[in-house]
């Protein structure tokens, strides 16, 4: 009997999955307190603050870094073809399901481009820089992280192009994750995972009690999908039951 530990295959990493895992639990963290505010059991101006403004947005941050770090230890060997377009499609429909959804609860202001919708997009995005030399694709990152503080054009204000982030008046919209500048965490996921060649790491296969830990991180896009609607629906039951 060998004492050797087991190993993960290669593009699966336990660290990985934690690191979701974490980022899925901050996401719930923001949103109920998004909710406390909303049901007024907290100050409605306190997600106005500058800490949960940072919060958020190093939230989507690090969902779309990982996502980077993920596409390069899936296809560094070669482009699986099914695969990909398996996850795409997957992202897409959550994408689109999320826009229906914010269009019937929040005509004024439905997501037409947010986290799910970034992280499709960057995907595609990924695929062509996939080849790139890391120091290229991480130049990239920078260039496009710069171009926030860049011009904006009124040309580009209408609905159909909100995708760019290059509009002049940003649309209304409770989840705005625009390609710029939030395909830079992306790219420099995919940038850190080649520089590091995390392709070749082969990480031990985790414990019982990991695996447990990590089952957000193993299933982060229906946990995203359900999570609000099940905290809003816990804090409408709340109120019901104590007024």
Known sequence: MSNTPDLLPPGRLTVLDTAR???IVAMVAYHFTFDLAL?????SGTMSQSFWYYFARSIAGSFLFLSGI???LAHARGIRWPSFWKRWAKLVAAAALVTLASIWLVPGGPIWFGILHAMAATALIGLVALRLPWPVTLALAA???TAAWGPRF????PIWLVWTGLAETRPMMGDYVPLIPWAAPALAGLAVAKALRLDRWRGTAPS???RILNFPGRHSLIIYL???PIL???????ARLTS
């Open 21 to 23: 895992t974490l980022a």
């Open 39 to 43: 049901f007024g059991y907290i100050p």
């Open 70 to 72: 993920s596409l390069w």
């Open 143 to 145: 260039l496009i992280f």
């Open 154 to 157: 009124p040309a580009f204000d």
């Open 208 to 210: 019982r009690l990991m």
């Open 226 to 228: 359900i999570h609000q």
């Open 232 to 238: 809003f629906g816990l804090f409408n039951l709340y």
